[in-house]
């Protein structure tokens, strides 16, 4: 059970937009900086998105990430079949002094 | 480029010990905070221990608090993990990372990873 909650699938045609929720709570989400991980299959993890809505250098503008309260969300328009991967969400736990990460989106891109 | 090399991985015992490095390149190591986080097979990713930038404060998962050590060594610009009593659920791939807010902000963030099986 992760402490940051994220649904386990999300799918949508080639071109089309999807959002990943990540759901946590004042300790972490609601007052710590969330990041968004993309993690094609038998890869690495990439940082697709820092500081809750800043994207590092080469990551398209077709990934967006926002906050509000203890939820954020991860936005990905413009699907590409490139874009199939896991999908996961991480920040700063205040209260238990841990790193804190979903469980993980698969998103498919059908 | 920044990049972030981990070696150490191999198989090893219950019980048995491994130490993990991590070389990095490419950015100002001594500025950033490190981390741990494994991935087991098929499953999501898993954060494991954490050093700030000067090494002063540390932080460990509760799965592996008493049992790994976290060090870091910022003229060799280089993050170690100790890993002792090791059991078959520490069975993983290990990754180094560096924190997602520390500058450059460009990949990598984290490094390939080095495979630990736990096994007899």
């Known amino acids: 059970q992760s402490v940051l909650t994220q649904p386990p699938s999300v799918s949508a045609a080639p071109g089309q937009k999807v959002t990943i929720s990540c759901s946590g709570s004042s300790s972490n989400t609601g007052n710590n900086y969330v990041s968004w991980y993309q993690q094609l299959p038998g890869t690495a993890p990439k940082v697709l998105i820092y500081?809750?809505?800043k994207r590092p250098s080469g990551i398209p503008d077709r990934f967006s990430g926002s906050k509000s309260g203890t939820s954020a969300t991860l936005g990905i328009t413009g699907l590409q079949t490139g874009d199939e991967a896991d999908y996961y969400c991480g920040t700063w736990d205040s209260s238990l002094s841990v790193v804190v990460f979903g469980g993980g989106t698969k998103l498919t891109v059908l | 480029e920044v990049q972030l090399v981990e070696s150490g991985g191999g198989l090893v015992k219950p019980g048995g010990s491994l130490r993990l490095s991590c070389a990095a390149s490419?950015?100002?190591?001594?500025?950033?905070?490190m981390n741990w986080v494994r991935q087991a097979p098929g499953r999501g990713l898993e954060w494991v221990s954490s050093i700030t930038s000067s090494g002063s404060f540390i932080y460990f998962a509760d799965s592996v608090k008493g049992r790994f050590t976290i060090s870091r060594d910022n003229a060799k610009d280089s993050l170690y993990l100790q890993m002792n009593s090791l059991r078959g659920e520490d069975t993983a791939v290990y990754y180094c990372a560096r924190d997602s807010s520390c500058s450059p902000h460009e990949n990598d963030y984290w490094g390939q990873g080095t495979l630990v099986t736990v096994s007899s």
């Open positions: 490419g950015f100002r190591f001594s500025n950033c905070i």
């Open positions: 500081d809750n809505n």
